[in-house]
């Protein structure tokens, strides 16, 4: 039992070197469509836990079902957090909008009076 474990466990290990490799040679550029996809793949992942949640066989304990709700609970925060930060990096590149001509016609006429 703790062989399997302990493979587990490596596996995350690496692949969380191999991530923050491959993350961080990505340009500046292409962070916000790596976001979008990544953020697009989670969401399947979370639809994932809820039919494995849905499908737990009757005898699964409450430890196991709290565990599993609370791993869909933090899946869907991640979810809905990536897609405020994607929104937020999209605003950037928006264009601002000029400020509205009434207002300095305004102040042009107070100067005047």
Not at 94 to 104: D, H, L
């Amino acid at each position: 039992m703790y062989y399997g474990l302990l493979a587990n466990i490596a596996i995350l290990v690496l692949a969380g070197f191999v991530g923050f490799a491959v993350i961080s040679k990505v340009p500046n550029t292409l962070h916000t469509p790596l976001m979008s996809g990544t953020n697009a793949i989670h969401g399947i992942v979370v639809l994932g836990a809820l039919i494995t949640l849905g499908t737990l066989p009757a005898d699964a304990g409450w430890g196991v079902r709290i565990i599993s709700f609370i791993a869909l609970i933090f899946g869907t925060l991640n979810v809905v957090g990536g897609f405020l930060v994607t929104d937020r990096m999209l605003g950037m590149f928006k264009s601002r909008k000029p400020e509205n001509s009434s207002a300095a016609s305004d102040s042009v006429k107070g100067a005047e009076q």
